[in-house]
Structures are given as structure tokens and as C-alpha cells.
């Protein structure tokens, strides 16, 4: 199927055809209103409007992305080393740190509640749906309960089958359900163990954020369905989390290919719930990432495998299948990262805990942050980074002293 074929058959075809004919070019100036400090919301707007495509962009199949191409040795090697002591052996890869790291993934699976609550059928006690009086009150109350459900940041986006998989398009048939529209959640981790990546305890911030994505998730989807609406919780299968988070308003693409968030920084996972409820859509914004990024190749300096590339944004070239096509961003090599994981023993997130934004909780950063947002000098705020000694590697005294001595 051909990109127009494809738009033809979302259900936004209008929408989207005139969004992608405006992004076909360059992407023209666009009205701005503020919305805090350093950060612009691009009122009225849609992802078509701050991310450039062009006619490359096709559908996109889940069995392409790295960790779904599990009938190549990528996935069999990762998980037959990570079981198996490597170069840390009787610091790192030690049974308690690998018993750990299985605790922290339980909520994440397949016998999980998540996995039980994520298709909530409509289920108003009376048989009757709430009624709001418009889409806009419907996002204050279903916001509301995703921060009472511990969700760090929430938005909605729209609904657009050009950000899904296109197992999930087929997939929603199936269930007979038709999503109006998605909220997407920030999950933050724990950023005192992700600082110890590339390690099995490294790896039980992220687990734990899994854990975590799901309850929350699974939450607010009862909570929909409770109002009577079908709502559906989705992990990183279901959609493209990034370009989705970017319609909602929460953040920007970087360099690394995760989202920024101009409060949570780095260091969040993402979580969706999709449901047939029509909401009050969030707009895009812009806060400097791309320059600040233009400048400071820090995650690329970190990364281990050189999976993270120093040049500019481009439209990737479909030599890895795992990377999407027709869409200017900064590409990353997924393969190099999955292998090192291989090697490694454990999964790994230097690149994120290296990046400047990881750490809003100094003085350093927050200073960062308003030297980040002025174009021209926001390199300063990398060396301030580099300066301060952040995003070093710990020690294997820090891995061999975890069980005392790291804040949980
Ligand atoms: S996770 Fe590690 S190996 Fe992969 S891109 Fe990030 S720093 Fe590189
Ligand atoms: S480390 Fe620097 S270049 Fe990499 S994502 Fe963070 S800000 Fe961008």
C-alpha cells in the first residue's frame, strides 16, 4: 500500500492529506502563544505542522522494530546473555541483581492486571455514559484522574492512524472499536538507578517504570470505561509513543530519538490510553530542543556503539528497517544499540542519563534550562553539564555498594 493509499484509509483522510501536503515543503513559520518559561505552544496546530515528512513516509509495521524482529539473533542473543555473567561477573550480573530486575518487571506481562483491564468495554454502572458538557470538560476530568493515578504529565492527542503500527490499525478492527482520540502519559523512573546503567540494577529503573506505565495506564482505562466509553491501555506496541507524545503537547524529538518533556526532562516512559471518548486536544510545543541538540552530541559521545549519529536531522535512508522513512528527524541505528545490549549483558540508557536535560533536580539545570532556551549560546549549557561532572559512568564500587547505599 502506497503512503496516499495508506491516508486514504485513515480516518482522518482530510485532515491528514492537508496536514502532509503543508509539511511536503518546508515547514513555514507558524503562530506562537507562551506557555511557561522558554516554551511555545503552537496553539491550533498538529504534529504537521513543527515535523517536517515527506513522500517517503509509508505505513509502518510493529514486526520491523527492533525489540518485535524476534526470529533474529538480535533478540535471541540479548536474552540468552543477559542470564549469563559477563564482564562484571560477582558485581553485576549477581542472582540477587537478576531476582531484582525480575521483581520489578512483574506488573509488566502477559498474566498482569494491565493486561486484564487494557480493553474496557463501556461499563457505567446505570448503562448510561457520563455526559460532559463538552470535550473540553471531558479532558479536565480525565487529566484529573491520570495525575490522581500518579501519571507525572499528561496530554491528548488525536487519534491518527499514520502514528500506529499497522498491526494495531488491523488489531483494533478485530475488537471492533473505533479510538477518537489517545491520552498519553509520562511515567517518570527512578533516576538514582538509571544512573547506574549499563547494569542489571541500571535496568530495574526502567522495569519498574514498566510496572509502573501499566498500573497507571491500566487505571485511567477502567476509569474511562467506568464512565462508559471503550478505552484500550497501550504499551510501546500500540502506536508510536514519540510522534504521539509530540500531538499531545508533551515534549519535543531529540537526537537520542526519545522525547524531552520541558518539566520531566529525560528519564520518563510513555503510556497510552485509547479511547472512543472525543476530547479537548493539547498543540505541540517547541522549547529549544532542536538547538540545543544541533550543539551537544553529549548522548552521541556517551553511547557505547556508536548507535547514536553526530550529524544533522535527515529523512533516514531505510538502510535499517527499524528506522521509519519520510519523516526529518534524528535517526538513531537500533541494531548497533540491541547488539551492545547482547554484549553488555543488560539493557542499557547511557544515552539518556548522560543528557543534560536528565537532571532538572540542580541548580546547574535549571539554569540549564534558561540557557538551553536562547538560541546562540545554548551550547554553554552542555560544558556546564561536562563542568559539573554529570552523565560519568559509575563505578563498580557504585554497582558493588547498591544494596547499602543508593535511596530507594
Ligand atoms: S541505550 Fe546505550 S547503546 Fe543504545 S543508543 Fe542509548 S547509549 Fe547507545
Ligand atoms: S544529550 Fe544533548 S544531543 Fe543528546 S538528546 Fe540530550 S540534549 Fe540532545
Redesign the pocket.
Known sequence: MNRRDFLKKSALTAGVVAGSVAVSSAVKPIEVEAKGFGVKEHKGKTIYDVVEMNDEFQPFYRKNIIFERGSTPYRSDFFVNQSAPKEHEGVNHTLLNYALLQGSSMSWGDTTLFYKFRKGKPNSKDGKPQQFKDKKEASYYIKRAAKFYKASAVGIAPYDENFMYVENIEEFKELGFKPKSVVVMCILMNHEILKLYPTLIGGCGAALGYSNMAETAGKVGVFISELGYSSYAGGNNWGMSVPIAISAGLGEG???GTLIHPELGTGFRIVKVFTELELECDSPITFGVED??NN?????DNCPSAAIYKVGKDYADGSNISTRKGIKKWATNSEKCYEYWGEAGCDCGR?IT????FKNDTWVHKLSKVVASTPGVNNVA?YMDDMFGYGKLPTEETYRNFWENIEV
Open positions: 531529540s537526537r537520542m540545543f541538540c551537544c552530541k553529549k548522548c552521541a544515552c548522560s543528557c543534560p536535560y552542555r
